[in-house]
């Protein structure tokens, strides 16, 4: 296990001690993530990681088998699983964590939002370790720092409130199908809302994905996945 990995994991369970201690109140993580469990403890089958994208109707056009295909076609494209873990005997089932549980989220909402499909792969391949980093930092800003509330008051006296970390890739496309990106990145919800309402003329980059939401809706939903049996072994 890397140094970095060991890192990702020992800031998921800080974050999760502030939690428990009453130190983090976003109105969405209060309601959705008290009884969550460690997150560095998340360990879920194929099937349950179906079971909470389903959940979470991302992709509802998809009937389970045609999603379990479109999964099965990410994880032969080292999302979420890079090629060293994906390296076991054949039967032995491949448990996603935290990070992978989240990617396989992000990923089905970039194919909702009708990012071709090797569009996905490039921009969650680009750079795996940061990504990671910015999963846990979803999670752990989420209502103070960079991810801290903000009111805004339209001039008429309508309130509104947006919070969180929201997940940017300021990705392009050129007319031949060539995309390119500087990398991702977090933007707090001041700079997410100038992002998505900001003008643009001939150029029209990727929208930010709201990660703090995700990634706190994917963690609820898993605590209660139902355990899905495999078939037999060969011999068995």
């Known amino acids: 296990m890397s140094v970095v990995w060991k890192c990702y994991r020992c800031a998921a369970q800080i974050w999760y001690i ?21 997150i560095s403890e998340i360990s879920l089958s194929h099937g349950q990681v179906m079971y909470v994208i389903e959940s979470m109707h991302i992709a509802e056009w998809l009937d389970r088998p045609a999603l379990d295909s479109v999964l099965k076609k990410f994880r032969r494209s080292l999302i979420p699983f890079s090629a060293d873990e994906l390296e076991k005997p054949h039967w032995d089932e491949h448990r996603y ?26 921009l969650l391949s680009f750079d795996r370790d940061k990504l990671r980093s910015l999963y846990s930092k979803a999670l752990m800003d989420v209502s103070f720092g960079e991810g801290k509330e903000i009111k805004i008051t339209a001039v008429d006296g309508r309130v509104m409130r947006v919070g969180g970390l929201y997940l940017d890739f300021i990705a392009t496309i050129s007319k031949d199908g060539v995309l390119s990106t500087p990398g991702p990145c977090l933007l707090g919800p001041w700079e997410a809302l100038n992002r998505y309402m900001g003008e643009y003329v001939g150029l029209h980059p990727s929208m930010p994905i709201r990660l703090s939401q995700l990634a706190a809706e994917a963690v609820r939903i898993a605590q209660s996945a139902p355990v899905y049996k495999r078939g037999r072994r060969p011999g068995e």
């Open 97 to 122: 964590d935290y990070f992978h549980l989240v990617e396989c989220v992000v990923a089905m909402k970039m194919v909702a939002d009708g990012l071709a499909f090797r569009h996905v792969v490039s």
């Open 18 to 38: 502030f939690v428990c201690y009453g130190v983090v109140y976003g109105n969405f993580l209060d309601a959705n993530m008290k009884q969550a469990p460690l």
